[in-house]
């Protein structure tokens, strides 16, 4: 047998083992690592926000659920390029209890609703704008968007200031919504 037999047969039984390890490893429950820090700090849900339409809404109420709070304005380029990605996540992901809260600052509130009709916003759009008591809890907004990701227990797990790191030179829309996907799913 030549060397590049040998070696043709050996990288061969080496992906024949990759496989078989694969194949056993996604047929084991073995629970899947939370992507949250064990020391990560909880976050304050005890605010009361209008939405577009007037009504009140509680972020505690969203306790218990993971939760995508975003903070944003109707002006911010990169906003544009994430929020597409939330309204497929969310879709996506709303019966395993994941739930998304746009809220907007920096801005004026009347432009909200003109541009969540437009981005076919399917969450719920919140207005945040001079509200010290959020800026306290959750920035300061140093830039928008700020998102957080937060745990079913009330971590916050993740804290993106822009947009999230990508492969790409320029973020996508899909580079932005996998990015978010694979933390998210790591929570539900």
């Excluded at 061969?12 to 990560?40: K, N």
């Excluded at 739930?99 to 609703?113: H, I, L, N, R, S």
């Excluded at 076919?120 to 919140?126: D, E, G, H, T, W």
């Amino acid at each position: 047998m030549t060397t590049q037999a040998k070696f043709a047969a050996a990288f061969g039984i080496i992906i024949a083992a990759g496989a078989t390890l694969q194949y056993v490893a996604s047929r084991m429950s073995v629970p899947v690592a939370q992507s949250c820090p064990a020391d990560a700090k909880k976050a304050n849900l005890d605010f009361s926000l209008k939405d577009t339409n007037g009504r009140e809404v509680r972020l505690a109420s969203y306790k218990g659920k993971v939760l995508l709070l975003d903070f944003w304005a109707t002006w911010c380029g990169p906003c544009k390029v994430e929020i597409p990605g939330f309204v497929d996540l969310y879709r996506e992901y709303r019966s395993k209890g994941f739930e998304v809260v746009g809220v907007v600052v920096m801005d004026e509130f009347g432009k909200a609703k003109p541009f969540a009709d437009a981005f076919k916003m399917n969450y719920p759009v919140l207005n945040g704008i001079d509200r010290d008591d959020l800026e306290q809890s959750f920035g300061p907004f140093y830039g928008l968007p700020t998102t957080f990701l937060i745990a079913r227990d009330g971590r916050i797990c993740a804290k993106h200031l822009g947009l999230p790191p990508s492969k790409l030179s320029f973020p996508s829309v899909t580079s932005v919504k996998d990015a978010f996907a694979a933390e998210i799913r790591s929570l539900l």
